[in-house]
């Protein structure tokens, strides 16, 4: 239980800090202890809160951003809700410009939290002056004292992660860990963790998690980019279809690559045997391990930590939602949405 009830200034001083809770039951028969970096305990239920508050705080620290300025970014996602949040409290308009493939959900979420969003047209090209890209960078140029967070392309993401959960998963697990299993995506959370976790012990080995249609695994094998690799897969938030400066591949050691189905039927399992209700991506890092375990990654004294990135909540028309299992095929092998139907 939790020993200490404090009073917060406001919500962005629960930011970070969040629990490490030990894995028992979907790891059963595996060797080794697992952990979990649950990131969804952070006030905006996912690890882009850490990026967002650092990166605004290093742009005030350097005096770019003054109580009226505005904050720029592309995504729809986690990374977008918490700059709207960050942006709320202190006092700084957020403007937002998303595909319009973004869900009318999420639009409306980030309208509650206050943000401007810019709907564009995802079918144009990035160079197009249509494209979102092209809309942030012209409200960023054309808007005095604004910051655009561009996370995909800015080494601060990664540097929020060396100066904050890096440094906890060490002390959470007494300097004892010896695997991070986590997501990459613009590659921030793995790289700067790793960039830590590595400076304090080298041995630690970092393995990253890509999704089938990403060309990241390929280009940390090779360096080289090929697009090949790329097609549509459903995973939102991991892999990618370009290589983002954010990720330092160096103190990357492998990826492994997981699919759609698995890793949605992992995030079902999350929830049903350790009572944890995640996003996709936890379930996809978890869909790792289990491979991992299985090609004989750990042994007895293996101390594996991964890192959950965000809550369940934000998933409940799609992973949580049995129609939408059923409408991308992944209930015909394992047939599990015919098995719950009771009839009366
Ligand atoms: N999971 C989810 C749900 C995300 O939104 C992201 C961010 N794109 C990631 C994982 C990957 O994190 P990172 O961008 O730090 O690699």
Same mark, same amino acid.
């Given at each position: 239980m939790k020993e200490e009830l404090k009073v917060y200034d406001n919500v962005l001083q629960l930011i970070g800090n969040t629990p490490l809770i030990q894995i028992n039951k979907i790891t059963k028969g595996f060797k080794g202890d697992f952990f979990a970096k649950v990131e969804s305990f952070n006030?905006?239920?996912?690890?882009?809160?850490?990026i967002a508050l650092y990166i605004i705080e290093?742009?005030?620290r350097k005096g770019i951003l003054k109580p *009226?300025? %505005?904050?720029?970014?592309? %995504? =729809?996602g986690n990374t977008g809700f918490s700059i709207a949040m960050v942006s709320v409290i202190k006092g700084y308009e957020c403007i937002l410009a998303v595909s319009s493939k973004a869900s009318?959900?999420? &639009?409306?979420?980030l309208k509650t939290m206050g943000a401007k969003v810019y709907v564009c047209p995802a079918h144009v090209a990035a160079d197009d002056p249509r494209s979102y890209y092209q809309v942030a960078k012209r409200i960023?140029?054309? $808007?005095? /004292?604004?910051?655009?967070?561009? +996370?995909?392309?800015?080494?601060? /993401?990664?540097?929020?992660?060396?100066? %904050? $959960?890096g440094p906890e998963i060490w002390k959470q697990t007494e300097g004892k860990i $010896?695997?991070?299993?986590?997501? =990459?995506? %613009?590659?921030?959370?793995? =790289?700067? $963790?790793?960039?830590?976790?590595?400076? +304090?012990n080298p041995e630690v080995k970092i393995i990253g998690i890509d999704a089938y *249609?990403?060309?990241?695994?390929?280009?940390?094998e090779t360096r080289e980019f090929d697009s090949e690799e790329i097609y549509p897969y459903r995973i939102e938030g991991l892999g990618k279809n370009l290589i983002p400066t954010a990720t330092d591949f160096d103190v990357i050691d492998q990826f492994v690559k997981v699919t759609d189905e698995e890793s949605a039927h992992t995030a079902r399992e999350l929830a049903k045997t350790e009572g944890l209700f995640l996003g996709y991506t936890s379930g996809a890092?978890?869909?790792? &391990?289990? +491979?991992?375990?299985?090609?004989?990654?750990?042994?007895?004294? =293996?101390? &594996?930590v991964t890192i959950f990135p965000d809550h369940g909540s934000r998933y409940m028309s799609k992973v949580y939602s049995d129609d939408w299992m059923n409408e991308q095929g992944f209930f015909d092998t394992k047939n599990e949405a015919a098995a719950q139907e009771i009839e009366f």
């Open positions: 006030p905006g239920h996912s690890a882009k809160d850490r290093e742009a005030e *009226g300025s %505005t904050i720029v970014e592309t %995504t =729809s009318k959900d999420k &639009i409306d979420m960023h140029s054309e $808007t005095k /004292n604004s910051v655009y967070i561009n +996370q995909y392309f800015n080494e601060l /993401n990664m540097e929020a992660h060396y100066r %904050t $959960t $010896t695997h991070l299993i986590a997501c =990459s995506g %613009t590659g921030g959370t793995i =790289s700067g $963790t790793a960039r830590y976790l590595k400076e +304090q *249609g990403s060309v990241l695994k390929k280009f940390h890092a978890m869909q790792g &391990i289990k +491979q991992l375990a299985e090609e004989g990654e750990f042994d007895e004294n =293996s101390k &594996i």
